[in-house]
């Protein structure tokens, strides 16, 4: 039988409460380090919420710095060509706070920034994330009302960037999952050209 924690007081219980230092860590403005981070790091991840309370959780990759800093609480990331679901971007509409987790590869800590988002389709700064050439057709401009660096434990129990530990094999290529998984009409072939090395080659058209 699942005992279930339903209340803050059990959820302490079990937990306890952070250090002083972790519970009073979050800055509401970036730090000259802040900066320096988002210029090294390429990878983030972005979770937003609607209006029903359903989640989403996008990654979002360009070269190192394709996060713009616009001033000491506001920042930008663009649009890039995808599937053009656009789950985070209708949450957004609807809900504006999003939480982001910006990456350094090699790097066990993580800077965590929370804010409230809007949607542009154009401003004086989307020439300054051009990359390839491509102009984001929108880039999302992020309020700053929490920032800090999270702890590495994380990184250090998954062993995440240690190659020997690396098994990409362990499952099917991405053509034959989206075979199995998503598309089990779609030929096998097509889909392996399709994700072929020349996918890469399509990343910013």
Same mark, same amino acid.
């Given at each position: 039988m699942s005992t279930e924690i339903?209340?803050?007081?059990?959820?302490?219980?079990?937990?306890?409460?952070?250090?002083?230092?972790?519970?009073?860590?979050?800055?509401?403005?970036?730090?000259?380090?802040?900066?320096?981070?988002?210029?090294?790091?390429?990878?983030?991840?972005?979770?937003?919420?609607?209006?029903?309370?359903?989640?989403?959780?996008?990654?979002?990759?360009?070269?190192?710095?394709?996060?713009?800093?616009?001033?000491?609480?506001?920042?930008?990331?663009?649009?890039?060509?995808?599937?053009?679901?656009?789950?985070?971007?209708?949450? =957004?509409?609807?809900?504006?706070?999003?939480?982001?987790?910006?990456? =350094?590869?090699?790097?066990?800590?993580?800077?965590?920034?929370?804010?409230?988002?809007?949607?542009?389709?154009?401003?004086?700064?989307?020439d300054d994330m051009r990359v390839q050439g491509h102009r984001p057709v929108l880039a999302v401009e992020v309020t700053i009302e929490q920032i800090f660096y999270h702890c590495a434990k994380a990184f250090l129990r998954s062993e995440l960037w240690r190659p020997e530990t690396w098994r990409p094999d362990v499952l099917p290529t991405r053509a034959r999952l989206v075979k199995e998984v998503e598309a089990p009409a779609d030929d096998l072939a097509a889909l392996e050209r399709h994700y072929g090395p020349q996918y890469a080659r399509t990343l910013y058209s």
């Open positions: 339903t209340t803050e007081a059990e959820l302490r219980e079990l937990l306890g409460v952070p250090g002083q230092r972790a519970a009073n860590k979050d800055r509401p403005v970036l730090h000259e380090r802040d900066r320096q981070w988002l210029a090294a790091s390429p990878f983030c991840l972005v979770a937003t919420a609607g209006a029903d309370g359903s989640c989403d959780v996008s990654p979002k990759g360009d070269p190192p710095g394709f996060t713009l800093v616009l001033d000491e609480t506001t920042i930008a990331i663009p649009e890039r060509p995808g599937n053009r679901r656009a789950d985070g971007y209708r949450n =957004i509409l609807a809900n504006p706070h999003v939480g982001l987790l910006y990456l =350094i590869p090699g790097r066990t800590d993580t800077l965590r920034i929370n804010g409230r988002a809007r949607l542009l389709r154009d401003a004086p700064w989307f």
